[in-house]
């Protein structure tokens, strides 16, 4: 996720997840799909800012905006997961690889590639079959086949299927990988003859396919969407009556609802906030504003975090702003750079809430939640967890050297402020305008990227051509790794609710002593588990559907639900050892793992006592709704 919402690539020494560096391509012949991919999503985003103008300004929506805004989208997604392959952007856990001894690792890794090339290949061609059916419906506005639009799925499988392939026979691992092509083969042999008998089993298949297969995929470095698409796939081959075509299905409509459109676009935001130096701006004039005090240059952090994932929507991005623009300052203060990446991460969780969080936006895809009650609740979430860390941060700032810190100058601060201002007026600006009901979250966003865009050209030094080409590849990219781990997660989640998973979980929760209360600590250490293991957008589009509708039925707000899982998660994601934010942070901050590890438990625990003060309080989730 992460991913997205994060941007991992590379890997790290200790595990954890493939973590930040350079983007890399492999193919040359790439080339005419990263400008394809690219191009396609400017024509989503002038598509949507047309109709945003059409809609509110001279009152004639065109009706047709909505179906090229789609077929655009779908396109770049999978063109983007292409990407994310060639380029090794997709989502991986390696907290483990590292534990194995040297070679076993190598077998482990070369085998998880194998199998993808086999699950790529085995739904290219139902993904053909899937295009050529939807061939015979039209779509309402612009009378084209709709295979258009769903060519995009074996167009996407089909290149990831080439691109894996190459990167399997370019290992060289001969022997691994005729070993797993052989071991493959005789498992489903074997699994096919038993057939019978796991279908008799019934839903004791769940944990055997979607627990235990994805799992060991998970442990041995396969990339998330594909262990989610293989354990789907394992349970309906071999524990399900359903066709394989209906997976097809569900990974289309997983990947390209229209509430999704925002996400590449937030994503784009993001790279426009580190391009001009936007964040900078705010991160100078809370530090000349706050510096001063003690634990002033935590506050600072604090807030920088806030205010810049009001604008990013990634942890990820804000991190990198953050993180370079104040660990100078603070290590002259005596902050030890442990300190420093502990309060770093959990600032990032923090602000997850903060509009326009991508978790909260898939959220409110996937549970039919109201995406502007959604923003509105997490600016208050987040402002609970701030003061809690704030606390925190001062008490253990009660010995910090003050001695050659002085204060800002008034023509300073207001230098500071009047620079950063053109900046600061977007968070509040993205939540305003979609907590208003004024616009949606999609039409927000492109309005956002086209303020931020003008005002880093006119205030910020503006964008080199070379480097928004650039950003907009890398938004493709790293938007079709998203997007595929939520159509794969969504395929994974309607198997559970098809084998009746949901109804039995229903029936054991209602049937529990303690009601809501109960239902509400189980939800929570169920998500500080997914989160730590697999990161916020999977979980959040195998449960949410499931949880809700238990949650509503014991009398459970929906916003404060939300508010309280999407909480608990991103605790999850910066908890080690396992945690991906965690890693990414420590990256960030080029500081070893082991060191912060030691650090950041109180700061967690501090997010915890939060956590439990939000679950048992709704108020604040409501408040303002």
């Known amino acids: 996720m992460q991913l997205t919402d994060t941007q991992p690539e590379g890997e790290l020494a200790l595990g954890g997840i ?84 040297e070679r076993l690792a190598r077998v482990a890794e070369v085998a998880g590639q194998v199998l993808v090339c086999v699950l790529l290949l085995r739904l290219l061609p139902v993904a053909v079959e899937y295009a050529y059916e939807e061939s015979f419906v039209r779509s309402p506005a612009l009378g084209l086949p709709m295979s258009y639009r769903a060519s995009a799925l074996p167009a996407g499988i089909g290149l990831m299927s080439v691109l894996a392939v190459l990167s399997v026979l370019r290992s060289r691992e001969w022997r691994i990988i005729a070993a797993t092509l052989a071991v493959t083969a005789a498992a489903v042999a074997l699994l096919w003859f038993a057939r019978p008998a796991l279908l008799s089993i019934g839903n004791w298949n769940l944990p055997i396919w979607l627990g235990l297969l994805v799992a060991v995929l998970l442990c041995i470095g396969v990339p998330i969407a594909f262990c989610f698409a293989l354990g789907t796939l394992a349970y309906l081959t071999f524990a399900s009556h359903a066709p394989i075509f209906v997976m097809m299905g569900r990974i289309d409509e997983g990947m390209s609802s229209l509430i999704l459109l925002s996400v590449p676009v937030f994503v784009l935001l993001g790279c426009i906030l580190d391009a001009t130096g ?55 203060r005596g902050h030890s750079a442990p300190e420093m990446t502990a309060l770093l991460a959990t600032g990032a969780a923090m602000a997850d809430t903060v509009p326009p969080s991508i ?22 979430i987040a402002m609970v967890l701030l003061v809690v860390l704030a606390v925190l941060a001062r008490w253990k700032a009660r010995g910090e050297d003050m001695s050659g810190v002085s204060r800002a100058t008034l023509p300073l601060i207001g230098r500071m402020a009047v620079i950063a201002a053109p900046a600061l007026v977007l968070p509040f600006m993205i939540r305003s305008l979609v907590g208003g009901g004024v616009a949606t979250a999609t039409e927000v966003s492109t309005i956002a990227v086209v303020y931020a865009f003008a005002i880093g050209v006119v205030l910020y030094g503006g964008i080199p051509i070379r480097r928004l080409g ?94 309280v899982i999407v909480t608990a998660m991103n605790i999850g994601v910066m908890a080690p050892p396992i945690g991906i934010g965690f890693y990414i942070a420590c990256k960030i901050a080029n500081v070893p793992a082991d060191q912060v590890m030691r650090r950041i438990w109180p700061y967690l625990a501090a997010l915890v006592i939060g956590l439990l003060v939000i679950a048992a309080v709704p108020w604040f989730s409501t408040a303002l709704l």
């Open 359 to 380: 978790v909260l936006i898939v959220l409110g895809s996937v549970a039919g939640v109201s995406i502007a009650g959604l923003f509105t609740s997490g600016f208050v």
């Open 278 to 332: 936007m964040g900078k701006a705010i991160v100078n004039f809370l530090a000349s504003l706050l510096g001063h005090v003690k634990a002033g240059m935590s506050y600072v952090l604090l807030g920088s975090m806030f205010l810049v994932s009001g604008i990013s929507g990634s942890k990820v991005s804000d991190m990198a702003t953050v993180a370079p623009a104040l660990f100078p300052e603070m290590r002259r």
């Open 470 to 563: 650039t950003m907009l590849v890398e938004t493709a990219a790293m938007s079709g790794a998203i997007l595929l781990i939520l159509g794969a997660a969504s395929a994974m989640a309607w198997a559970l609710t098809q084998s009746g998973f949901a109804r039995d979980l229903m029936a054991v929760v209602t049937g529990l002593p303690g009601g809501w209360v109960v239902f509400m600590l189980a939800s929570i250490l169920i998500f500080l588990i997914l989160g730590c293991v697999l990161e916020g957008l999977p979980a959040i589009v195998l449960l949410a559907p499931i949880m809700f509708p238990i949650a509503r039925g014991l009398g459970i707000h929906d916003i404060h639900y939300a508010m």
């Open 18 to 101: 493939e973590a930040l560096a350079e983007p890399k391509r492999a193919e040359r012949w790439m080339r005419p799909v990263e400008i394809l991919a690219a191009g396609l999503l400017v024509v989503m985003i002038v598509t949507v800012l047309a109709n945003v103008f059409f809609r509110y300004v001279l009152a004639k929506p065109l009706i047709w905006g909505d179906e090229v805004a789609s077929i655009s989208f779908i396109w770049m997604a999978m063109l983007g997961a292409a990407l994310a392959v060639d380029r090794h952007e997709h989502m991986r856990l390696t907290v483990f690889l590292p534990l194995l001894p």
